[in-house]
């Protein structure tokens, strides 16, 4: 087993301290300090039972995220009879200060909800839009090359409108119980009177100081007195409580017009050697998008997420339908040839990825072909064979028009985060949220960082005089893969997933939903297990753990094999007459639930 995280110890005497300040001075937040303390020894349960491979368990209401602090501040709220969109904002609040190289108010998020008052499933897109100013060239030098990747990144050039604060407001206000400003006041409490800075924030920070120290403003707070945070500190961000203040006075209006909007754009386009583009007029016009689920079938299930722009429930789907007519039981999880079939599957769904799958606002997709059972049959077929696809192309879904689009050449690492909540209501949320690369454009304004969402377009517009789908363009929403999922069984949800982890969180959420479906692990022994990920050709194996004992079976199959490390995030909650809740162990997170 291993041992519960060492900063909780840390954390949770910096807690008791500041509840005790707060108590004294009898501030508002006096009661949400005490609620984050009185399930601290639930915490510690919940790290004991994570780490030994076993699912936390509850009968009413649960929540899974990657912060031991924002599962605390999500738990409060569905203790006091909040739903699960109340939970997400409180939550999602917290993680934008003790997780920021994560995600925050500066990024975008996917939502994908099921309602069980109406029994019907939909989705929220909250991902960020490229300014209006914005050319197809923007990532390209004076000769039409792409820009490095980093060259791009860091400063304005890639912040996209940020899409988190309006799809928080629009949550609360299509499903929300709880006033709009109790939802703030774990922030609020944690950013002004601090928290402890976790082993994984400090790492990322020591990791990324040179870039964290070419903004004034941001070196401050990462970087206080030249040396990175280090793990345990008290760490307090007095502008972000500031921020959350306006948000909860004035709602998500407070964020993209009036003086944090302005301080935004100023921040971006006065980026010193890479200003950007974004104006007050894309903050003002920013709206989220509700949009249809994408479910295709997985043995008796259906497999549920975010359409277009995310490639997430397409890819995610088009990898289990393929596989749909293979007998992973039997294989088991310690089969190379079960891996051949995950893999192979894998390359072919990211093929169509890469070549159909964008913002279908800009670009039409054939999106109901891509996941029509004829076509991942006769996808399928193509793995019928002792080896390795020595290739993995597109293939032709059936759609309702020709079009001829070049094959994406974009780069999407890993950063992001996700959240898996039910209410006692019955309801589920999924929701995966990011600002793209960790620390984001590391421009930081008002206490939280602006994302590098646009560097999610393909750098290049053309290949061989045919247009990329993933071009970037004016009001467009990049590609994610971000996979909020929620699986339908008999119409009812049996399974909320996701994690972060760039192009590979399709392959994450994948493997997970086969260990539990088809390899019969409980949800934290799926969520724990190994992983093995190929998109492209080679495959990755998590180094240090099982996974590399299938390294010279893949090999004889004839696949390149590389060990690295696969830092997924995956938070899940199994949907029965019991909830189990899962975390991820790569991670910080837990599950708490009553």
Excluded at 27 to 44: D, H, K, Q
Excluded at 306 to 331: E, H, K, R, Y
Excluded at 433 to 454: C, D, H, K, P, Y
């Amino acid at each position: 087993m291993r041992p519960i995280p060492l900063f909780l110890a840390s954390l949770f005497l910096a807690t008791a301290s500041l509840a005790q300040q707060v108590t004294d001075s009898v501030a508002p937040e006096a009661a949400t300090i005490s609620g984050l303390l009185r399930i601290s020894e639930e915490v510690e349960a919940a790290y004991a039972a994570r780490n030994a491979g076993q699912p936390v368990t509850a009968q009413s209401w649960m929540i899974s995220a990657a912060n031991p602090l924002a599962v605390s501040a999500g738990a409060k709220i569905l203790r006091e009879g909040g739903s699960a969109a109340d939970a997400m904002v409180a939550a999602q609040l917290v993680l934008g200060l003790v997780e920021p190289q994560s995600s925050g108010l500066g990024g975008g998020a996917f939502l994908v909800w099921y309602d069980a008052q109406s029994g019907e499933l939909t989705t929220l897109d909250g991902r960020e839009t490229a300014p209006l100013a914005a050319t197809p060239t923007l990532f390209q030098d004076d000769t039409g090359e792409p820009l490095g990747f980093f060259d791009a990144v860091v400063g304005g050039r890639s912040v996209g409108t940020p899409g988190t604060p309006a799809l928080l407001e629009a949550a609360h206000r299509r499903w929300g119980r709880t006033p709009w400003p109790d939802l703030f006041e774990a922030g609020i409490a944690l950013a002004e009177d601090g928290f402890a800075v976790s082993p994984r924030l400090a790492a990322l920070v020591a990791r990324d100081a040179e870039r964290l120290g070419r903004w004034e403003s941001t070196a401050a707070y990462f970087l206080p007195g030249g040396a990175p945070l280090e793990e345990g500190a008290i760490l307090r961000n007095p502008e972000y409580a500031a921020t959350l203040r306006h948000m909860a006075e004035q709602g998500a209006q407070a964020f993209y017009t009036g003086p944090i909007a302005a301080d935004i754009v100023r921040t971006v386009q006065g980026a010193e050697g890479n200003p950007g583009l974004l104006s007050a007029v894309d903050l003002a016009l920013y709206q989220v998008k509700e949009r249809e689920a994408i479910c295709a079938p997985f043995r008796a299930m259906q497999v549920c997420g975010m359409g277009p722009p995310s490639s997430g429930a397409l890819t995610v789907g088009q990898i289990l339908g393929i596989l749909n007519s293979f007998d992973l039981a039997a294989l088991g999880p310690d089969s190379p040839e079960a891996w051949r079939l995950i893999g192979d599957a894998s390359r072919l769904a990211f093929a169509d990825r890469g070549r159909y799958m964008a913002d279908s606002d800009f670009v039409p997709i054939p999106t109901e072909g891509l996941i029509e059972p004829a076509y991942l049959d006769e996808r399928s077929m193509m793995l019928e064979r002792a080896d390795a696809l020595p290739e993995a192309t597109p293939g032709e879904p059936p759609w309702d028009h020709a079009q001829l689009w070049a094959d994406d050449v974009s780069i999407e690492l890993p950063s992001t985060s996700h959240i898996s909540i039910v209410d006692s209501y019955g309801n589920v949320l999924s929701m995966t949220t990011t600002i793209e690369n960790a620390f984001g454009s590391r421009l930081m304004v008002r206490g939280f960082l602006l994302n590098n969402e646009l560097t999610d377009f393909s750098f290049r517009t053309h290949i061989n005089g045919l247009p990329i789908a993933n071009r970037l363009e004016p009001g467009k929403r990049p590609r994610s893969s971000m996979s909020p999922t929620i699986v339908m069984k008999d119409g009812a949800p049996i399974l909320a997933i996701g994690s972060p982890g760039g192009s590979r969180i399709i392959g994450f959420v994948a493997k997970t939903i086969i260990a539990w479906a088809d390899w019969g692990l409980n949800m934290q022994e799926a969520v724990s297990l190994p992983h093995a990920v190929n998109r492209f050709g080679t495959y990755d194996l998590e180094e240090g753990t099982g996974a590399a004992a299938l390294q010279s079976g893949l090999e004889a199959l004839g696949y390149e094999v590389s060990l690295r490390p696969l830092t997924s995030g995956l938070h899940a909650i199994e949907i029965g007459q019991v909830l189990r809740g899962a975390a991820d162990p790569r991670r910080e997170g837990i599950a708490l639930g009553e």
